[in-house]
């Protein structure tokens, strides 16, 4: 017990904990830096910028931890990007990411996470020990030296100044560039803005479109009876499908079923629930699909 006690002791000091604090936060910044097609001054920039930041706001407290803790939103975001590169390879967390985080159902969750067990074990090991030696900080009596945190200050500054002026070559070398769009954690924290912003859009849904009409009309007989079946199968996937060669018989009435047309290269404009079904439904797209949440016009249906 003196020894675990000795160690917890010895890995609690306020100077390692200051720089395992950095490294921790910086993760995905250099992953985003290594994965994102940007130039080399937004690259640089995504990692000096945040780097001054992180080290200036680390001296606030004379205790690490405590400020560690402060920036828990940000230790969060930081551990759902580096799952989500773990994921797909790069990308910061898109508005799409939020969305899913409380609308997926817990099967398709236990699903998803199936995949991530080695990425989600990695931040595990990376952020929980990190929040836990915050702790020991807070409530321990070793402090960092005012000498230190002024040393550390000056160095944060000249790091800052630096990724602001990267920022600004970054914006004179390419006219696309964007803080909010490409610079982390900003361009997260915006996409998660929109993601509320849409979430509370969708909760108005049934107001904003109360006097929207397809203005459909029909062109057959009007004497003649009309029966139409719509059937969604928006969550099904063709992997499990026995028409698209899943050993298992999925579709044993439809695989019956005479002059049935099966589409091996359909695509779909988006993967997600709350944009795939309105598509479906209307003649909204993934490239103008704020339009869904106008009260009339462009919904007009396909007749």
Request: aromatic letters at 12%; glycine letters at 6%.
């Amino acid at each position: 017990m003196k020894r675990f006690n000795s160690i917890l002791t010895a890995c609690s000091q306020p100077r390692p904990l200051y720089f395992y604090y950095l490294l921790a936060l910086m993760l995905p910044h250099v992953g985003l830096s290594l994965t994102e097609p940007m130039g080399w001054p937004a690259r640089v920039c995504n990692v000096l910028l945040p780097l001054g930041i992180y080290a200036w706001i680390l001296t606030l407290s004379r205790k690490p931890g405590k400020t560690f803790w402060w920036l828990f939103p940000l230790v969060f975001l930081a551990a759902f990007q580096l799952v989500l590169l773990y994921l797909f390879g790069r990308s910061v967390i898109a508005v799409d990411m939020f969305l899913n985080l409380v609308t997926t159902n817990p099967g398709e969750a236990l699903e998803l996470l199936d995949n991530l067990i080695p990425g989600v074990a990695g931040v595990f090991i990376v952020y929980l020990p990190a929040l836990a030696l915050g702790i020991c900080s807070i409530r321990s009596n070793s402090l960092l030296s005012d000498y230190f945190r002024h040393t550390a200050r000056r160095g944060a500054l000249g790091m800052a100044m630096a990724g602001l002026l990267c920022l600004g070559l970054s914006r004179l070398s390419d006219a696309g560039y964007r803080p909010h769009l490409h610079l982390y954690p900003v361009n997260a924290g915006y996409n998660l803005w929109l993601a509320m912003e849409r979430a509370g859009r969708q909760t108005r849904y049934a107001e904003t479109s109360r006097d929207f009409r397809f203005q459909a009309t029909s062109t057959h007989d009007t004497l003649q009876a009309e029966a139409y079946l719509l059937v969604i199968g928006e969550t099904a996937r063709a992997c499990n499908f026995s028409l698209y060669g899943y050993p298992r018989a999925t579709n044993p009435r439809l695989s019956r079923l005479s002059g049935l047309t099966v589409f091996h290269k359909a695509l779909t404009q988006s993967n997600t629930t709350h944009k795939s079904v309105p598509m479906l439904l209307t003649a909204v797209s993934a490239a103008r699909f704020d339009d869904i949440y106008r009260q009339k016009g462009i919904l007009t249906a396909v007749r």
